[in-house]
Nanobody, 115 residues
């Protein structure tokens, strides 16, 4: 079982990034898929959630209007499209798969917003 994030990097304020989370060993449709982030010195916080079968989504207030979470069942991959990035979005972004019987975490991908 594995979650592998990619797509992080250095971006200027106002820019965009699309993060990917490729799952293996399980089917994302069976889990609630989440993106979290953790900035230096801060606690990990939820960014967005998607349930693939029902295509329902949830966004943290700071993400609404700027962030879109989506999933591709065929690729068993979840995405996080982030627009209008600001310095406050600098963090390590983690993919999480949650179900009542357990959860998995990816290793994280660094997003740095800097001019």
């Amino acid at each position: 079982v594995q979650l592998v994030e990619s797509g992080g990097g250095l971006v200027q304020p106002g820019g965009s990034l699309r993060l990917s989370c490729a799952a293996s060993g399980f089917t994302i449709s069976s889990y609630v898929m989440n993106w979290y982030r953790q900035a230096p010195g801060k606690e990990r916080e939820l960014v967005a959630t998607i349930t693939i079968p029902y295509e329902t989504t949830y966004y943290a207030d700071f993400a609404k209007g700027r962030v879109t979470i989506s999933g591709d069942k065929a690729k068993n991959t979840v995405y996080l499209q982030m627009n209008s990035l600001s310095l406050e979005d600098t963090a390590v972004y983690f993919c999480n798969a949650w179900a009542s019987w357990g959860e998995y975490w990816g290793q994280g991908t660094q997003v740095t917003v800097s001019s």
